[in-house]
């Protein structure tokens, strides 16, 4: 069992920066790959990003990429999101999910995939 919480949103204005956290619990944090999640109101969840377990790959969505950066620190539990060029668009909730199998591929993009979720942080972007 993994606890998630993130923490970290807020609002922005546009070309701001925010960066999101997520904690774990549990003493396993290093079994799971994580990734980062997102939810505008009236849209579907949408994949942000993924870290495997020990860090050294990742993948962002094509929207964020080169704007966000994803990293965790095993040895604190604890993953994040660095938003740098907000937009307007990026305003979501923002979720962090625990995927503790092996996934590959373009399926690490898939909200089913992972196991536990968190409760969301806001992030508003204004322009």
């Known amino acids: 069992q993994v606890q998630l919480v993130e923490s970290g949103g807020g609002l922005v204005q546009a070309g701001g920066s925010l960066r999101l956290s997520c904690a774990a619990s549990?003493?396993?944090?290093?079994?799971?790959?994580m990734g980062w999640f997102r939810q505008a109101p009236g849209k579907e969840r949408e994949f942000v990003s993924f870290?495997?377990?020990?860090?050294?790959?990742?993948y962002y969505a094509d929207s964020v990429k080169g704007r966000f950066t994803i990293s965790r620190d095993n040895a604190k539990n604890t993953v994040y999101l660095q938003m740098n060029s907000l937009k307007p668009e990026d305003t979501a909730v923002y979720y962090c999910a625990a995927d503790g199998k092996i996934t590959i591929g373009v399926r690490v993009t898939y909200p089913d995939v992972y196991d536990y979720w968190g409760q969301g942080t806001q992030v508003t972007v204004s322009s």
């Open positions: 870290i495997s377990r020990s860090g050294g790959s990742t």
């Open positions: 549990g003493r396993t944090f290093s079994s799971y790959s």
